[in-house]
């Protein structure tokens, strides 16, 4: 198992954050990811619009998973409504 980063940016609405996050949690823990970290950045404004949205919440998860999973993740990721962007990087030692 490997360490990542994964940054995701939720929508503002409170509803559509907690739900993409239930989602989120369930997803990762189906898949065998350990949650390690978890730390809110809170409400930014964005590069540019994302689904018609100029804001939103940021969280980092610092998690370890089977780099074959990351595909899988992926895929289940782009499917939940409820997540504006997210992105995995490999956290080198």
Do not use: C
Not at 42 to 70: C, H, M, Q, S
């Amino acid at each position: 198992m490997r360490q990542y980063e994964l940054t995701v940016i939720f929508p503002l609405e409170d509803d559509q954050h907690k739900a993409g996050r239930e989602r989120l949690l369930a997803d990762l823990a189906a898949n065998g990811a350990e949650i390690e970290k978890t730390d809110e950045t809170g409400d930014r404004d964005l590069a540019y619009e994302i689904k018609k949205r100029k804001r939103g919440k940021y969280v980092l998860f610092t998690i370890r998973i089977d780099p074959a999973k990351i595909t899988v993740l992926d895929r289940v990721f782009k499917l939940n409504a409820n997540l504006l962007k997210y992105l995995f990087v490999k956290i080198e030692k």
